[in-house]
């Protein structure tokens, strides 16, 4: 029982945690801005028009900047505007509002709300209140023990490989033991 207790709280430790943060708000469309009679240059610097003319691409809308009405109503949540992309058509908001991913989603020109979970883990900084710590330690035991587990199939098949054909073990496992080591 004391066991259950225990795994239903942690569960509920980690929701109150990933509820407070940064959210990837991406939007449907660009709004006014690209239904609007304006000429779509001026919304770009003469820089960006002579690269493309130079390179012979067209203005699209996803050149349009995002409607100011869009990020207007994210405010209105309790979000503060931390970045925003007009080629990817989101924003990067901050908030502490528990409720901030439904609210959003509500909204008629909102394509999807993805949680951005920084600073959970305390990237970067070796204490024993961070997470990272463990994960680091963790990952690199498993990698010592992937690559001592190599070593010893390495001496177990090694004569087996090297008779009747030489069909060089040592060179294949160190590409191994480079896989192993650099990718993981």
């Given at each position: 029982m004391k066991i259950l207790f225990l795994l239903i709280s942690s569960f509920s430790w980690v929701n109150l945690t990933w509820s407070q943060g940064n959210y990837w708000v991406e939007f449907t469309d660009k709004g006014l801005n690209a239904s609007s009679s304006f000429a779509k240059e001026?919304?770009?610097?003469?820089?960006?028009?002579?690269?493309r003319l130079f390179f012979n691409l067209p203005i699209t809308n996803s050149d349009l900047p995002i409607d100011t009405n869009?990020?207007?109503?994210?405010?209105?949540?309790?979000?503060?505007?931390?970045?925003?992309?007009?080629?990817?058509?989101?924003?990067?908001?901050?908030?502490?509002?528990s409720n901030f991913k439904n609210l959003t989603l509500n909204l008629p020109f909102v394509?999807?709300?993805?949680?951005?979970?920084?600073?959970?883990?305390g990237e970067g900084k070796f204490s024993w209140s961070s997470a990272y710590t463990y994960t680091?330690?963790?990952?690199?035991?498993?990698?010592?023990?992937?690559?001592?587990?190599?070593?010893?199939?390495?001496?177990?098949?090694q004569s087996d490989l090297s008779s009747p054909i030489n069909w060089h073990p040592l060179g294949k496992f160190l590409c191994k033991y480079k896989e192993v080591f650099f990718l993981s």
């Open positions: 001026q919304f770009l610097s003469p820089n960006a028009l002579n690269r869009y990020i207007a109503a994210i405010y209105s949540l309790e979000a503060q505007l931390k970045y925003q992309s007009k080629w990817l058509n989101g924003i990067v908001v901050e908030t502490s509002n394509k999807r709300v993805v949680f951005l979970p920084s600073g959970i883990y680091t330690f963790i990952l690199n035991v498993s990698v010592m023990y992937a690559l001592y587990c190599l070593v010893m199939l390495f001496h177990a098949v």
